[in-house]
Protein backbone atom coordinates (compact mmCIF):
# COMPACT_ATOMS: atom_id res chain seq x y z
CA UNK A 1 0.00 0.00 0.00
CA UNK A 2 2.26 2.27 -1.22
CA UNK A 3 1.06 5.54 -0.69
CA UNK A 4 4.02 8.01 -2.56
CA UNK A 5 4.56 6.20 -5.65
CA UNK A 6 7.86 7.04 -7.89
CA UNK A 7 7.80 4.90 -10.99
CA UNK A 8 10.74 5.92 -13.01
CA UNK A 9 13.75 4.63 -11.45
CA UNK A 10 16.00 6.52 -13.19
CA UNK A 11 16.13 9.15 -15.85
CA UNK A 12 18.60 10.20 -18.01
CA UNK A 13 18.99 14.12 -19.16
CA UNK A 14 21.59 15.80 -21.29
CA UNK A 15 23.24 19.01 -19.75
CA UNK A 16 21.34 22.13 -19.65
CA UNK A 17 18.05 20.79 -20.57
CA UNK A 18 15.11 20.71 -18.37
CA UNK A 19 14.67 17.16 -15.98
CA UNK A 20 11.42 16.23 -14.95
CA UNK A 21 10.58 13.75 -12.00
CA UNK A 22 7.50 12.78 -11.26
CA UNK A 23 5.64 11.82 -8.67
CA UNK A 24 2.10 10.20 -7.76
CA UNK A 25 0.06 10.11 -4.54
CA UNK A 26 -2.67 8.37 -2.41
CA UNK A 27 -3.59 10.02 0.53
CA UNK A 28 -5.87 13.05 -0.15
CA UNK A 29 -4.84 14.16 3.39
CA UNK A 30 -1.31 14.96 2.71
CA UNK A 31 -0.70 19.13 3.49
CA UNK A 32 3.07 19.18 2.05
CA UNK A 33 5.18 17.74 -0.23
CA UNK A 34 9.22 17.67 -0.46
CA UNK A 35 11.51 16.61 -2.76
CA UNK A 36 15.12 15.20 -1.47
CA UNK A 37 18.20 14.81 -2.88
CA UNK A 38 20.45 11.56 -2.02
CA UNK A 39 23.91 11.53 -3.11
CA UNK A 40 25.93 8.33 -2.29
CA UNK A 41 27.09 7.62 0.93
CA UNK A 42 25.29 11.09 2.48
CA UNK A 43 21.59 11.35 3.71
CA UNK A 44 18.99 13.08 2.35
CA UNK A 45 18.98 16.58 1.71
CA UNK A 46 16.00 19.36 1.16
CA UNK A 47 15.34 20.55 -1.69
CA UNK A 48 11.70 22.15 -2.13
CA UNK A 49 8.74 21.63 -0.99
CA UNK A 50 4.85 22.50 -1.52
CA UNK A 51 1.64 22.85 0.60
CA UNK A 52 -1.00 21.31 -0.63
CA UNK A 53 -3.06 24.66 -1.11
CA UNK A 54 -0.33 25.62 -3.94
CA UNK A 55 -0.09 24.36 -7.38
CA UNK A 56 3.23 25.98 -7.74
CA UNK A 57 6.71 26.83 -6.08
CA UNK A 58 9.48 28.00 -7.76
CA UNK A 59 13.13 28.36 -6.04
CA UNK A 60 15.65 29.28 -8.36
CA UNK A 61 16.58 26.50 -10.63
CA UNK A 62 13.81 24.11 -9.04
CA UNK A 63 10.07 24.53 -9.37
CA UNK A 64 7.38 21.77 -7.57
CA UNK A 65 3.96 21.71 -9.87
CA UNK A 66 1.07 19.99 -7.86
CA UNK A 67 -1.73 18.57 -9.49
CA UNK A 68 -4.19 17.89 -6.71
CA UNK A 69 -7.29 16.52 -8.97
CA UNK A 70 -4.72 14.03 -10.10
CA UNK A 71 -2.75 13.42 -7.11
CA UNK A 72 0.51 14.19 -9.08
CA UNK A 73 3.54 16.33 -8.55
CA UNK A 74 6.65 16.99 -10.49
CA UNK A 75 10.03 18.14 -10.07
CA UNK A 76 11.67 20.42 -12.78
CA UNK A 77 14.67 21.01 -13.16
CA UNK A 78 15.70 23.80 -15.69
CA UNK A 79 18.58 24.07 -16.71
CA UNK A 80 20.30 20.95 -15.53
CA UNK A 81 23.67 20.76 -14.17
CA UNK A 82 25.85 17.68 -14.00
CA UNK A 83 25.71 18.14 -10.48
CA UNK A 84 22.23 17.83 -10.25
CA UNK A 85 22.89 14.12 -10.67
CA UNK A 86 21.69 12.42 -7.75
CA UNK A 87 18.68 10.53 -6.36
CA UNK A 88 15.53 12.41 -5.82
CA UNK A 89 12.96 11.32 -3.22
CA UNK A 90 9.40 12.73 -3.33
CA UNK A 91 8.07 12.76 0.53
CA UNK A 92 4.72 13.88 1.71
CA UNK A 93 3.45 14.80 5.28
CA UNK A 94 0.03 14.43 6.90
CA UNK A 95 -2.48 11.78 5.97
CA UNK A 96 -2.36 10.85 9.84
CA UNK A 97 1.27 9.94 10.46
CA UNK A 98 3.70 11.51 12.00
CA UNK A 99 6.92 12.25 9.76
CA UNK A 100 7.40 11.88 5.82
CA UNK A 101 6.09 9.49 3.29
CA UNK A 102 9.28 8.72 0.91
CA UNK A 103 9.21 7.41 -3.06
CA UNK A 104 11.54 4.55 -3.79
CA UNK A 105 13.11 7.31 -5.75
CA UNK A 106 14.54 8.34 -9.14
CA UNK A 107 18.06 8.43 -10.07
CA UNK A 108 19.00 11.26 -12.13
CA UNK A 109 21.51 11.10 -14.38
CA UNK A 110 23.09 14.28 -16.14
CA UNK A 111 24.88 13.87 -19.39
CA UNK A 112 27.41 16.10 -20.07
CA UNK B 1 29.71 21.16 12.20
CA UNK B 2 26.11 21.34 13.78
CA UNK B 3 24.00 19.12 11.60
CA UNK B 4 22.93 15.74 12.52
CA UNK B 5 25.18 13.86 13.49
CA UNK B 6 25.45 9.60 13.62
CA UNK B 7 27.84 7.01 14.45
CA UNK B 8 29.37 4.82 13.74
CA UNK B 9 28.94 5.20 10.06
CA UNK B 10 29.47 1.45 9.11
CA UNK B 11 28.57 -1.31 11.30
CA UNK B 12 29.66 -5.38 10.67
CA UNK B 13 28.06 -8.05 13.07
CA UNK B 14 27.16 -11.69 12.77
CA UNK B 15 24.06 -12.76 12.82
CA UNK B 16 22.78 -12.57 16.69
CA UNK B 17 24.72 -9.98 18.32
CA UNK B 18 23.42 -6.76 19.24
CA UNK B 19 24.19 -3.33 17.34
CA UNK B 20 23.51 0.37 19.05
CA UNK B 21 23.71 3.27 16.97
CA UNK B 22 23.50 6.29 18.32
CA UNK B 23 22.43 10.32 16.95
CA UNK B 24 23.18 13.50 17.99
CA UNK B 25 20.54 16.04 16.27
CA UNK B 26 20.59 19.59 15.85
CA UNK B 27 20.77 21.44 19.27
CA UNK B 28 17.78 23.23 18.60
CA UNK B 29 15.50 20.26 17.22
CA UNK B 30 12.88 19.04 19.53
CA UNK B 31 11.72 16.15 17.30
CA UNK B 32 13.72 13.11 16.32
CA UNK B 33 13.14 10.72 14.12
CA UNK B 34 14.50 7.02 12.84
CA UNK B 35 14.57 5.47 9.75
CA UNK B 36 15.44 2.82 7.40
CA UNK B 37 16.42 2.51 3.76
CA UNK B 38 17.41 -0.32 1.85
CA UNK B 39 18.44 -0.71 -1.71
CA UNK B 40 15.81 0.64 -4.32
CA UNK B 41 13.70 2.02 -1.51
CA UNK B 42 13.20 4.74 0.16
CA UNK B 43 13.57 6.18 3.67
CA UNK B 44 10.74 3.69 5.81
CA UNK B 45 9.71 5.60 9.03
CA UNK B 46 10.67 3.65 12.11
CA UNK B 47 9.51 5.84 15.01
CA UNK B 48 9.99 9.32 16.60
CA UNK B 49 10.30 11.59 19.61
CA UNK B 50 9.41 14.70 20.70
CA UNK B 51 11.93 15.89 23.43
CA UNK B 52 12.16 12.42 25.66
CA UNK B 53 8.68 10.98 24.52
CA UNK B 54 8.95 8.51 22.00
CA UNK B 55 5.49 9.22 20.57
CA UNK B 56 4.79 7.16 17.31
CA UNK B 57 6.31 3.50 16.43
CA UNK B 58 6.24 1.65 12.92
CA UNK B 59 4.94 -1.72 12.25
CA UNK B 60 8.21 -2.24 10.67
CA UNK B 61 9.56 -1.71 14.27
CA UNK B 62 9.73 -5.20 15.98
CA UNK B 63 10.50 -6.17 19.19
CA UNK B 64 14.07 -6.80 18.67
CA UNK B 65 14.58 -3.07 18.04
CA UNK B 66 14.30 -0.39 20.57
CA UNK B 67 15.04 3.38 20.65
CA UNK B 68 15.72 5.77 23.62
CA UNK B 69 15.83 9.52 23.91
CA UNK B 70 16.68 9.95 27.70
CA UNK B 71 16.89 13.33 27.92
CA UNK B 72 15.88 14.92 25.23
CA UNK B 73 19.19 15.15 23.30
CA UNK B 74 20.58 12.24 21.92
CA UNK B 75 18.96 8.94 20.91
CA UNK B 76 20.33 5.49 20.43
CA UNK B 77 18.74 2.50 18.32
CA UNK B 78 18.89 -0.86 19.61
CA UNK B 79 18.87 -3.92 17.57
CA UNK B 80 18.94 -7.65 19.44
CA UNK B 81 19.62 -10.56 18.02
CA UNK B 82 20.44 -9.10 14.24
CA UNK B 83 19.22 -10.50 11.51
CA UNK B 84 20.72 -10.17 8.19
CA UNK B 85 17.37 -8.51 6.98
CA UNK B 86 18.22 -5.78 9.42
CA UNK B 87 21.23 -4.86 6.65
CA UNK B 88 20.14 -1.24 5.97
CA UNK B 89 21.03 2.15 6.08
CA UNK B 90 19.46 3.46 9.34
CA UNK B 91 19.22 7.24 9.21
CA UNK B 92 17.87 10.21 11.84
CA UNK B 93 17.32 13.58 11.02
CA UNK B 94 15.52 15.67 13.31
CA UNK B 95 13.01 19.09 13.01
CA UNK B 96 11.49 21.91 15.26
CA UNK B 97 7.89 21.20 15.88
CA UNK B 98 6.22 20.47 12.46
CA UNK B 99 5.93 24.07 11.53
CA UNK B 100 5.79 24.97 7.65
CA UNK B 101 6.39 22.36 5.73
CA UNK B 102 7.47 19.58 8.49
CA UNK B 103 11.25 19.68 6.53
CA UNK B 104 13.26 17.23 8.43
CA UNK B 105 17.23 17.28 8.61
CA UNK B 106 18.91 14.08 7.79
CA UNK B 107 21.99 12.70 9.16
CA UNK B 108 24.55 10.79 6.90
CA UNK B 109 23.22 7.32 8.05
CA UNK B 110 24.82 4.29 9.94
CA UNK B 111 25.18 1.24 7.54
CA UNK B 112 24.28 -2.17 9.01
CA UNK B 113 26.25 -5.00 7.34
CA UNK B 114 24.85 -7.97 9.41
CA UNK B 115 26.71 -11.60 7.86
Known amino acids: DQQVKQNSPSLSVQEGRISILNCDYT??????FLWYKKYPAEGPTFLISISSIKDKNEDGRFTVFLNKSAKHLSLHIVPSQPGDSAVYFC???????????FGKGTHLIIQP | DTGVSQNPRHKITKRGQNVTFRCDPISEHNRLYWYRQTLGQGPEFLTYFQNEAQLEKSRLLSDRFSAERPKGSFSTLEIQRTEQGDSAMYLCASSYVTTGSGELFFGEGSRLTVL
Open chain 1, 27 to 32: NSMFDY
Open chain 1, 91 to 101: ASRGGGADGLT
